[in-house]
Structure formats: structure tokens, C-alpha cells
């Protein structure tokens, strides 16, 4: 619905058809971000990637990635972005595939990645994992790819008793926002308990303007700094049921399933644990 004048002056792809998103990136002396982009298709994709940085502007890399190939960009290899958090969208005229890598440290001993969001039109994200005691950090990445700033909306669920903490953040529009939810309190007092809890997260966009949100959970270990992290984009709507591929237990892994009810009911719940010898054990 645009003119080609339109895209040029706003720095789009006028053939931009399949966009993908990425909230979270970073470079710097500690951290590298990779992304890796397949091209599947019999015909040749124009890909044009936005990385809108978290003050406002944004850098673009245009390239051409040939017929049932793959691209890989090193995000700090590119000028204005060796040092910066960011956000990434990938505008292309075939269908492609995107990947995230983030590792950290110059030994690189740590790494987590997520598959581009092709989600468009979300306002409201759900996250079950969260913790911010025994050494975990844990961080909410949010991108506003719109030229309209966001007003969001973050509702902290808590174990029970404790109540539900709520606050109101402004994400500028075409950038990425931060929330270190350890740090919270230092700015924000009535925000103290989240210093140290487990924590579920619902977040929402009061004034519609569609938002791609991710959350990263890093713990230190003796010696190392993110010794260990993982990383994973939202979910759009709760649901009342879920499934599970992995799982392990045993002398080396440690098994966990997070649950969040954003609900004002209690919910109750049954889990199916399908072992590999057939076996079902059920728990309420």
C-alpha cells in the first residue's frame, strides 16, 4: 500500500514480503551475534535486515542471497554496530529462514539461539520461566519495529501468596528495550521483591501497537560470568494445554516445567510424563 518513494524514504523493502523478527542482539567486548539466513527457494532472495538499536536509529544491510543457499551475517562486523543492543528484522521477497546465534566471552565458552518470529500484529506475550535468585540474571528483551512508540505494560506474577507487581514502560518506536528485572528495584522501590524470586511475566502493549518480545535467563558459575544462559521468544496467548518433546532426569540432568496462570482462578492441572519404554505416569 505503499509507493516505491515511500519504502525508499523509510529505508523498507518495496518487495518485503516475508518479515521476520528478533528481539534480542548484542556485541561488544563480551558478547557476538550471528545470524544465519536459508534460502530454500529456486529463485534468488533480496534480503534487506534492520537492526534498530535500542537509541532509536538503525543500520541496514542489504544483500542478495542466491537460490537454496545460506547467508551469515556477523553482526559486528558492521560498521556502527560493533558495540551496541539491538533488535533485527529481516524483510525478504522469498520465503527464508532466520537464526539467532548469541555467544559471550572472547573464549566463547556460553551461546544460546532462537529461530526468527514471524509473528506480526501481537500485543500481548507470555513467559512461564523466570528467576532472579541464586545467581540467575534475568532479562526481557522488546522490540518495537512500528514507526509509533509502545506503551507496554509488564504484569511480574510471583509464587503464591505474594501479589502480582505491575509496570508501565514506553518502548520508542523502531528500537529495542531492555528490562533487567534484578535491577528493577534500584530504580523503581515498589519493584524491591523482584530482586530476588521466580517470576512469570504477561506483558501487553495498552496501546496497540504490535511488539516482539524475548526473555534471556543467564547464572553465574564460580569464576565465570553468564556461566550459563538460555533464550527464548514469547508465547501470544496462554492455552490449557502444552506439550513437550524433551525432558531428561537422572545423575547428570535436572528437569524443570514452569507454569504461569495469568488467570484470576486458580487452574488445576494434569501432567502426562510419556516415558521412552511406553510407560505414561500421571500427576495432578
Given amino acids: 500500500g ?4 515511500q519504502e525508499y524514504n523509510e529505508g523498507t523493502h518495496p518487495r518485503g514480503f516475508v518479515i521476520t523478527y528478533l528481539a534480542e542482539g548484542a556485541t561488544g567486548a563480551f558478547f557476538d551475534t550471528r545470524l544465519a539466513i536459508a534460502n530454500p527457494s529456486a529463485l534468488p532472495a533480496l534480503v534487506l535486515t534492520r537492526f534498530q538499536k535500542s537509541d532509536g536509529t538503525t543500520i541496514s544491510d542489504y544483500r542478495t542471497i542466491p537460490a537454496m543457499s545460506r547467508a551469515t551475517i556477523d553482526v559486528k562486523t558492521l560498521a ?7 533488535a533485527t528484522l529481516v524483510e525478504a521477497d522469498v520465503q ?10 572472547a573464549r566463547g565458552f556460553g551461546s544460546h539461539a532462537e529461530r526468527g518470529i ?14 532472579t535468585h541464586s545467581g540467575f540474571a534475568l532479562f526481557y528483551l522488546i522490540q518495537n519495529p512500528s ?30 528495550f531492555n528490562i533487567w528485572v534484578n535491577n528493577e528495584a534500584a530504580t523503581d522501590p515498589t519493584l524491591a521483591a523482584l530482586a530476588s524470586t521466580d517470576v512469570s511475566v504477561v506483558m501487553r502493549s495498552t496501546n496497540g501497537v504490535p511488539i516482539i518480545a524475548e526473555r534471556a535467563l543467564y547464572k553465574d558459575l564460580p569464576g565465570q560470568t553468564f556461566g550459563i ?6 508465547v501470544t496467548a ?16 535436572d528437569m524443570f516445567v514452569l507454569l504461569a496462570n495469568p488467570n484470576a482462578q486458580a487452574a488445576q492441572i494434569t501432567a502426562d510424563y510419556l516415558l521412552v519404554d511406553g510407560t505414561v505416569i500421571t500427576r495432578t
Avoid at 556502527?80 to 539491538?86: K, R
Avoid at 514471524?118 to 512461564?128: C, V
Avoid at 544462559?229 to 514469547?234: D, L, N, Q, T
Fill in 2 to 5: 505503499k509507493t516505491n518513494l
Fill in 80 to 86: 556502527g554496530l560493533e558495540a551496541a543492543e539491538f
Fill in 96 to 105: 527464508v529462514v532466520v537464526d539467532r546465534t548469541l555467544s559471550w566471552d
Fill in 118 to 131: 514471524l509473528t506480526r500484529t501481537a500485543t500481548e506475550w507470555y513467559f512461564a520461566e523466570g528467576a
Fill in 147 to 176: 514507526a509509533t512508540d509502545a506503551t507496554v505494560e509488564v504484569r511480574y506474577l510471583r509464587p503464591p501468596p505474594a501479589a502480582a507487581l505491575t509496570k508501565t514502560y514506553t518502548v520508542r518506536a523502531q528500537s529495542r
Fill in 229 to 234: 544462559g538460555h533464550e527464548s521468544a514469547g
Fill in 238 to 253: 496462554p492455552s490449557t494445554s502444552w506439550f513437550l518433546a524433551e525432558g531428561a532426569t537422572g545423575s547428570f540432568m
